[in-house]
């Protein structure tokens, strides 16, 4: 199955869907009751024939850059089946293998006997093809002096594992790393494909099955079959098929609201309004016909006072989206937070207005929160990532969706969603995003699905969106009902 994410093409069959941490990688080929020499024989095969789709064939030069452990190994099998085709192949040896009767050691005593020219680590060279099996997912810290000048090698570059110079585990890079065209990597996603500079360094990535199982998973990688979308019986109404209350929509920010509410119509829920200050409520009223609106108040911001009027008439609602153009009012978000008894979204302003996540955990209805990298930073003190927000569904029973890109939605399981990419990158497009979650709630999913499903199909159209036009938060609005 082929599967274009913002980091670019995976491929993988559909229980390869896990994305693994470099230790449980190592554990599960420690594990594996497949010999260790017949994992490496399928995985320098695997390289091979990347190496044959990358163009290589009879007189192609290739040089294949080996370190001494089990990655290197792989280059050396690589090295032979392409030998065997007909490629001119040189083999930069970044030392020997560390025991010569290891499984390495033997990859490359075959590898020179098939007539592979070996020799010890030197300056770049011409190549057809440039393959970098140096280090693999256990690479820490700074590439070696003599692997630098390599980086700047003029021909296209397949990575075994992992690009050298990248964390397998985080994405990180502390002072180069090679720029793959492609990568290549056996039985599961490595975080460090996704994460950091992984998708800008890891090319068009494969991933290919050498016979390894199971493995716990440290994220779950969404695509269009972990993202459904809510059916309606013959004999669904509008307030039958899910209802959306947003508040928000104070003075200078009336769009956010209406953005949040009409995306969640859009993307299924049968009615949506708009609660809003009462003094800007004839202005929410003529942006779009469609939507319900509540005025309250006679201000054009909301105060502490207006939360019991709020939770009154928002209790017949399916879901409550809190937070879109809401403006700063700790006292009126926190009673609102501590009150509403059904499903709650919270984002925007209503996390700004939160003073911190202990008030989550003290609620008793289900709850959604949706914070960018700053908004989560101002909630919790703490740098937002995955691993921090992986926290807060024990200690709150909040779900997270944490947008960025990638996109992590953290509750029972952890997923993530490579959809969508810097298109998104415009104000109101997490307003829409808010309203669309909202609406797969209401529609009858459960809180996690929906958050998941509901970033998934907003970044799909909005890469669909970008192939066309310019994305404006308004336009994204329309094309997300073409999806869902």
Request: net charge negative; charged share 15%; hydrophobic share 40%.
């Amino acid at each position: 199955m082929r599967y274009g994410g913002a980091f670019g093409c995976v491929e993988y069959n559909h229980p390869m869907r896990l994305v693994i941490s470099p230790q449980e990688s190592n554990r599960l080929d420690a594990a594996s009751t497949v010999p260790v020499a017949v994992l490496m024989e399928r995985a320098g095969l695997g390289v091979a024939l990347a190496a044959v789709d990358m163009g290589v064939g009879y007189g192609s030069r290739v040089v294949v850059l080996a370190g001494r452990g089990n990655n290197g190994g792989d280059g050396y099998v690589a090295a032979r089946y392409l030998q065997g085709r007909g490629a001119h192949v040189t083999v930069h040896a970044l030392g020997s293998p560390a025991d010569p009767a290891s499984v390495a050691g033997q990859a490359w005593v075959r590898a020179v006997r098939s007539g592979v020219n070996v020799i010890d680590f030197g300056e770049p060279e011409p190549a057809d093809l440039l393959i970098d099996a140096l280090f693999g997912v256990g690479f820490r810290g700074e590439l070696p002096e003599q692997v630098v000048p390599w980086l700047d090698h003029d021909s296209p570059v397949l990575a075994v594992d992992v690009p050298s110079g990248l964390d397998a585990g985080t994405g990180e890079v502390d002072a180069f790393s090679f720029v793959a065209d492609a990568t290549i990597t056996f039985h599961a996603l490595k975080p460090g494909h996704l994460l950091g500079e992984g998708p800008d360094r890891c090319g068009v990535i494969d991933v290919v099955d050498i016979g390894l199982t199971g493995g716990s998973p440290e994220l779950r990688l969404c695509d269009g079959d972990d993202a459904p979308v809510p059916y309606r019986s013959r004999t669904a109404h509008k307030w039958s098929v899910g209802s959306v209350a947003v508040v928000g929509s104070s003075r200078g920010m009336i769009g956010a609201g209406v953005l949040a509410a009409q995306s969640a119509l859009n993307a299924g829920a049968g009615s949506a309004a708009v609660v809003c200050p009462g003094a800007v409520q004839s202005q929410v009223a003529t942006m779009t016909p469609g939507l319900l609106t509540k005025g309250i108040g006679d201000s054009d911001h909301f105060t502490e006072s207006d939360a019991a009027e709020i939770l009154d008439y928002t209790d017949r609602f399916d879901v409550v989206v809190l937070g879109p153009g809401l403006g700063e009012d700790q006292g009126l978000t926190r009673d609102v937070v501590a009150q509403r008894r059904g499903k709650l979204l919270i984002d925007a302003d209503g996390l700004n207005n939160l003073g911190g996540p202990g008030l989550l955990a003290d609620r008793s209805g289900p709850t959604i929160i949706t914070p960018h990298a700053g908004e989560f930073t101002r909630l919790t003190g703490q740098p937002a990532s995955y691993l921090t927000a992986m926290t807060i569904p024990d200690e709150t029973g909040a779900i997270v969706l944490l947008k960025g890109n990638p996109t992590f939605v953290l509750g029972a399981e952890q997923w993530v969603v490579t959809t969508g990419g810097p298109e998104l990158a415009t104000i109101g497009t997490g307003d829409v995003l808010a309203g669309v979650v909202s609406a797969l709630w209401a529609c009858g999913l459960d809180a996690e699905t929906a958050a998941r499903s509901g970033a998934f199909w907003h970044g799909v159209a909005g890469a669909d969106l970008a192939s066309r036009r310019t994305v404006t938060a308004t336009e994204l609005m329309s094309t997300v009902g073409e999806f869902l």
